[in-house]
């Protein structure tokens, strides 16, 4: 079975926080963030 591959749209307190879920959960591949300047080129 292929991993999911998902985009989070936003790293606020919600996005954040599915990122960091998302990051330890198996068959899940985080494969781009959309998100504002500030956090632009900063590791998640």
Do not use: F, H
Not at 17 to 24: D, I, R, S, Y
């Amino acid at each position: 079975m292929q991993n999911v591959k998902v985009i989070i749209w936003g790293l606020g307190a919600m996005g954040g926080g599915m990122a960091k879920m998302l990051l330890n959960k198996k068959g899940v591949d985080i494969v781009g963030v959309v998100g504002r300047g500030a956090k632009l080129g900063k590791s998640m």
